[in-house]
């Protein structure tokens, strides 16, 4: 695909920095750069006639007054071999926010336009250069949270799950050549093609799709992380279990209960599982007005939760306020955290146990930081249990790719019941078909321009 006009964006993050990247691509990238560039050692030199993968060092200036911008360094980058497999130069400059915004100012007006957001890697996938999965994944290395999730995310990157996806459509699609052609023609001996080997390649198919669905559970919680609220009546540690987790005070820690008096949020990587983890106010009958709106939305926090961490104080034993905010967490995933083991405890552990139905109890002492290895090993166990390591395959981690794959599964399974029920090969070609346009949608090889343009708009700018 070929693209007639040049965009031009900052690709760097606002603020101030050592470097910021003014990035320029298209036909015109490099005669649009060359006249507001001036190299420092050869003055006259022109960009258009310089080595693709070149580095040069000068000034941008401002052609109708000569005046200095900033001190640069230009890449020049030639088609096909580039990102977006177009001419791409890339300015950079001193990353303040004057400079940047200044050179892609002169930038835009020697003729370049505004890059809409992702638009580089739109163009990237529009040009054949990444499926759609890939482009997807390179906003998952951006705001991976965990070394782990940055690990799925590359895998994706460099075509781990599209490589899995067209593995599986080759396969669908000489099953479908065979069946086509044992309609067309029914008197010729297919070689290699029997109703049998069909049904054998057709489980092979969907085990395979079966395996990457099973990925989908971890892959997900990777990459979004877990929705975690600490929960507990009033100064029972949860904001003391949270700076233990976080092994550092974010939360303010007192002996006067109802100091926390909203939800505190922090992202923490606990072996490779992004929890966002929220300290909520004490749950009790609240008189102060603002105490009151805190409890509230510890509340609306609870409900919302994937995994709660309910809070007991081991010293004090169970008590009323308790057992109202175990009933709250009743329906959810819980991990009760028995809190100050390093007090006398007033607490029987399997007494406790059997009146929760639960063996998730751990103890620990949050200001001493006993028992947080074990809490962590025990959320851990408890997201993953049953589920694959992180690095034994790829993952499926975006619900978009699991639709797909789910409503792929769906039309293999009726083409199955349709051998089962030895139907006229038409009607084994109909769903085969379906099943090959779901998984096209992962790659990007039958998905509508609507969807493209949804996943694009996502991206950052510049990028």
């Known amino acids: 695909m070929y693209f007639k006009d040049t965009i031009a964006a900052i690709s760097t993050a606002v603020g101030e920095g050592g470097i910021g990247i003014v990035r ?31 580095a040069h060092y000068g000034h941008i200036i401002e052609p109708e007054i000569e005046q200095v911008v900033d001190e640069v360094i230009c890449l020049v980058m030639k ?24 050179i892609l100012s002169l930038v835009l007006d020697m003729g370049a336009r505004l890059a809409e957001p992702g638009e580089f890697s739109k163009r990237a996938f529009l040009n054949g250069r990444i499926d759609l999965s890939q482009a ?11 070394e782990a999730g940055l690990q799925v995310a590359m895998d994706q990157l460099e075509g781990g799950l599209s490589k899995q996806i067209e593995d599986i459509r080759s396969k669908l699609l000489t099953l479908l050549a065979n069946l086509e052609a044992s309609i067309d023609f029914p008197e010729d001996e297919i070689e290699g093609f029997s109703f049998a080997e069909v049904e054998e390649r057709l489980s092979e198919v969907l085990e395979s799709v079966e395996d990457l ?23 029972v540690g949860k904001s003391s279990l949270l700076n233990a987790l976080l092994r550092e005070n974010r939360a303010i820690v007192t002996e006067i209960p109802g100091t926390t ?26 008189e102060d007005e603002v105490e009151k709106i805190g409890v509230a939305r510890s509340q609306k926090f609870l409900q919302k939760a994937d995994l709660v961490l309910l809070v007991l104080d081991a010293n004090l034993g169970v008590t009323e306020e308790d057992r109202e905010v175990m009933d709250l967490a009743a329906d959810k995933d819980t991990i009760v955290v ?36 074990d809490l962590e090993e025990l959320i851990s166990e408890l997201v993953f249990a049953g589920q694959v390591e992180a690095n034994d395959q790829t993952l499926v981690t975006s619900l978009r790719h699991q639709e797909a794959l789910e409503a792929a599964y769906e039309y293999l399974l009726t083409v199955q019941e349709t051998l089962a029920q030895d139907l006229p090969a038409d009607f084994l070609t109909i769903d085969l078909k379906a099943a090959l ?26 990028k």
């Open 24 to 54: 320029v691509s298209g036909a015109e990238a490099i005669s649009i750069v060359d006249q507001i560039f001036k190299a420092y050692a050869k003055p006259k030199q022109n960009l258009k006639e310089v080595a693709a993968y070149t």
């Open 79 to 102: 088609a096909p071999k580039t990102y977006t497999q177009e001419d791409i130069v890339e300015i950079h400059c001193h990353g303040g926010s004057v400079p940047l915004r200044k």
């Open 136 to 146: 997807e994944a390179i906003m998952d290395v951006i705001t991976s949270k965990t």
């Open 213 to 235: 669905l099973a990925t989908s559970k971890k892959g997900r919680i990777i990459k979004e992380g877990i929705q975690t609220a600490i929960v507990g009546r009033p100064n």
């Open 261 to 286: 008096r909203d939800v505190i949020e922090e992202v923490i990587n606990i072996q490779g599982i992004p929890l966002k983890i929220m300290d909520t106010a004490g749950i009790r009958e609240a």
């Open 338 to 373: 028995l809190n100050k083991i390093d007090l006398e405890s007033n607490l029987d552990v399997e007494t406790l146990k059997k009146e929760l139905a639960t063996e998730r109890v751990i103890e620990v002492s949050a200001t001493e930081e006993i028992g947080i290895n």
């Open 437 to 462: 346009e779901e998984l096209g949608k992962i790659t990007g090889d039958t998905v509508g321009e609507d969807i493209i343009d949804q996943i694009f708009a996502d991206f950052c700018l510049g």
